[in-house]
């Protein structure tokens, strides 16, 4: 694991690091100890390491005396994109402008985004783990669902795991094989995931203990107290 | 308001109450003032208003800065039971010896109860706002939701309500007219209720914020964990 840049603000130290060519970032309270608890993030489709979403979950687990860890996906952020990506982003962009259903290829995409992108999370993890040694959680939606239901998968150290906002489609016969605790967040008016296929999604987790979070509104509106929750959850699993 | 009785521990105040020949609990902070916000706790069925669920979520409620009251249901705690109330509990407790389905019964006795139970609810707010006047909600699972989603279709002065446990039969038409937030708990594996039941009953409100917690287990498996999310949703709607 090799640091290339540091920096801290407001009791966060924010350190970006590469794993291979992965460029990833790890967030602890700038007094932390090896033995934390660590979540790493997947962000979402089209976003990157350092997102909103990401900086701002990562300040939540960081207060709630967790490290947190993200990196980029294949394709996103400061990774080259390769041909095919191109051609996948090109078909989605057509898809919304048309109007067309955008579901069938953020699918297809999003799972072969995931064959490349989980073991880059597993050789992260392997290096994380020299720095970080506690127990392990995995927070993602939308994309970070369609890669970390396969990560889960064939993780073991993973602990617990927050997703959502995902179709069923391509990730039921992954998520059978999951038997850690989840908490699965989706839109009860998502305009583009039909609602019983995110049913479908969280009934497939073989986990005894998991919590569905339905909240009305469209895909774009989760509520904000949502990450607060997967906070919670990843105290009671993780600490 | 009849005051009958007092007491305090820990920083709670707890008064009994009667209104007409209804026996109520009023629980406050000790060093309570008149202008906080009110939950009024609907028990479960067979159970009463001092039962543990009842008392613990006071305990919670107050914590957190709200008045909490509970009254007995008709024909529960310390009322009397008419000889209906006799007959159908004869019906359930057979239907629960014999392992036949009780949903039936209880779906039609407890709709019976709510025509009695709301304007018992009603009369008691009433003299309730005369000690606490700020915003108010009401918190019942099981029987509580059977009695509250009428009582909450009635009545304006709640302002959110957290239900959950129950069937969607009776409850659905009554369900639409209900537009305040809503927290809604069921059970994923519940051996009562199938499943789609209370999908339908949380599909049924017309509340633009509701939202679904599902959580893995049997109709009496509830994580505890639950209560304190309904505290937290009381919190960001009542103050």
Known sequence: MNFTASTSYDGVLERDFTVGDVPGVLWTPVNATEH?????????????KKAPAMTGRARLLVDA?????????????????????????????????????????????????????????????????????????????????AIGVPLTAVEPRIAAAAFGLFWHD????????????VEFALQWDDEHIPRESGLALFDAFSSTQKSLHANTGAHKELPRFEADSAVRFFVRHLM
Request: glycine share 12%; aromatic share 4%; net charge negative.
């Open 36 to 48: 934390m608890p660590l979540v790493l993030l997947g962000h979402g489709g089209g976003r990157h």
């Open 65 to 145: 005396g967790f490290a947190a860890a993200c990196i980029d996906a294949p394709g996103h952020g400061d990774r080259p994109r390769t041909a095919h990506d191109e051609r996948e982003i090109t078909l989605m962009q057509q898809a919304m402008a048309t109007g067309e259903p955008v579901g069938p290829i953020v699918v297809r995409y999003n799972a072969h985004l995931a064959e490349r992108a989980v073991p880059e999370w597993q050789a992260t993890l392997d290096a994380l783990q020299d720095v970080i040694d506690g127990p392990v959680g995995y927070f993602g939606l939308n994309m970070g669902t």
């Open 170 to 181: 391509n990730l039921v016969e992954t998520a059978r094989k999951i038997t850690v605790p």
